[in-house]
């Protein structure tokens, strides 16, 4: 049976003598990524977003935050090659001061020393003049199996971090004081949700809680927050609740085909709706990307899914 299709809806047109509605506001500022070709398509985030970084062990998740730093802080570095680096997304932009990296389990050496062996000299180079590390092992490590000295840290890494109050207290506590601290109008990267959601001792909703608030409050930074997590490290439930709990989620993943000889690493867009309410039908799909030591994270072509 054969139905006619409903009438189409009609916007109601101003009548003489109605006031007319207000001008619609600007939209928020932008920060970009970094990465040129994914900030072409989507204009980066808006100012203020908790970004999920969210994906299979290796795929680029981690590789995309460490890039996006190195590309946001070369811009202060190395002028001339703000279009190497940023590409020609149009903004307007605001960009991040600094980056505060806060690791709740390891070290800033570790941390330094897996850059160095991953990337060229330009980028650890960038990131050590630009980065302020905050690591919060002392209190993740408290009341666990794990010796005191092995959590230990040697010096004062941010002078007067409220986190150091809460050495021997509550490790989510701890990340949502540091982050406090490191927020405003920088680059959060907080590595990672991983540790915190297989630490004994820790509720998952307390986590929920404290990423709800972090969604409100980072609205007031004039920033962006990265999140790191691995993929099935949590039941799919409370995974679904992080990612509820976020403003956007990219999701990284290894792909393999019977097509092709080798894997590859794609990102997904899967939560934004500023971003997918723009972005056009046929880039509904993911980025295939690669990562080198020379230019980090970068996209190599768009597939449709």
């Given at each position: 049976?054969?139905?006619?299709?409903?009438?189409?809806?009609?916007?109601p047109?101003?009548?003489?003598?109605?006031?007319?509605?207000?001008?619609?506001?600007?939209p928020?500022p932008?920060?970009?990524?970094?990465?040129p070709?994914?900030?072409?398509?989507?204009?980066?985030?808006?100012?203020?977003?908790?970004?999920?970084?969210?994906?299979?062990a290796?795929?680029?998740?981690?590789?995309?935050?460490?890039?996006?730093?190195?590309?946001?802080?070369?811009?202060?570095?190395?002028?001339?090659?703000?279009?190497?680096?940023?590409?020609?997304?149009?903004?307007?932009?605001?960009?991040?001061?600094?980056v505060s990296?806060?690791s709740?389990?390891?070290?800033?050496?570790?941390?330094?020393?897996?850059?160095?062996?991953?990337?060229?000299?330009i980028?650890?180079?960038?990131l050590?003049?630009?980065?302020?590390?905050?690591?919060?092992?002392?209190?993740?490590?408290?009341?666990?199996?794990?010796?005191?000295d092995?959590?230990?840290v040697?010096?004062?890494?941010?002078?007067?971090?409220?986190?150091?109050?809460?050495?021997?207290?509550?490790?989510?506590r701890?990340?949502?004081?540091?982050?406090?601290?490191?927020?405003?109008?920088?680059?959060?990267?907080?590595?990672?949700?991983?540790?915190?959601?297989?630490?004994?001792?820790?509720?998952?909703?307390?986590?929920?809680?404290?990423?709800?608030?972090?969604?409100?409050r980072?609205k007031?930074?004039?920033?962006i927050?990265?999140?790191?997590?691995?993929?099935?490290?949590?039941p799919?439930?409370?995974?679904?609740a992080?990612?509820d709990?976020?403003?956007?989620?990219?999701?990284?993943?290894?792909?393999?085909?019977?097509?092709?000889?080798?894997?590859?690493?794609?990102?997904?867009?899967?939560?934004?709706?500023?971003?997918?309410?723009?972005?056009?039908?046929e880039?509904?799909?993911?980025?295939?990307?690669?990562?080198?030591?020379?230019?980090?994270?970068?996209?190599?072509?768009?597939?449709?899914?």
């Amino acid at each position: 049976m054969v139905t006619d299709s409903p009438r189409p809806y009609l916007y109601p047109t101003q009548s003489a003598g109605t006031p007319r509605a207000p001008a619609p506001a600007d939209p928020p500022p932008r920060v970009p990524s970094g990465v040129p070709d994914f900030d072409y398509l989507t204009g980066g985030f808006p100012v203020g977003s908790v970004v999920l970084l969210f994906g299979e062990a290796g795929s680029g998740h981690q590789e995309f935050a460490l890039t996006s730093a190195a590309h946001l802080m070369l811009r202060f570095d190395e002028p001339g090659a703000r279009r190497f680096f940023l590409g020609n997304a149009k903004g307007p932009f605001l960009f991040p001061e600094s980056v505060s990296y806060l690791s709740t389990s390891r070290s800033e050496d570790q941390v330094m020393n897996e850059l160095r062996a991953a990337f060229a000299g330009i980028y650890p180079d960038t990131l050590r003049r630009h980065l302020a590390f905050q690591d919060l092992s002392p209190t993740y490590f408290a009341d666990t199996v794990v010796p005191t000295d092995w959590a230990s840290v040697r010096s004062p890494l941010l002078a007067g971090s409220p986190a150091s109050s809460h050495a021997d207290g509550d490790p989510v506590r701890a990340l949502a004081e540091a982050a406090e601290a490191a927020g405003p109008k920088n680059l959060v990267i907080v590595d990672s949700l991983t540790d915190l959601l297989v630490r004994q001792g820790i509720e998952a909703g307390d986590l929920l809680t404290l990423l709800k608030g972090l969604r409100r409050r980072a609205k007031e930074w004039n920033g962006i927050v990265y999140l790191l997590l691995s993929e099935g490290v949590a039941p799919a439930p409370i995974e679904q609740a992080v990612i509820d709990s976020v403003d956007v989620v990219l999701h990284f993943a290894w792909q393999s085909s019977p097509n092709r000889s080798h894997r590859q690493r794609t990102m997904l867009i899967e939560k934004s709706m500023p971003v997918l309410s723009h972005l056009p039908a046929e880039y509904q799909g993911r980025f295939v990307i690669r990562v080198n030591a020379l230019n980090g994270l970068v996209t190599t072509q768009y597939e449709r899914v």
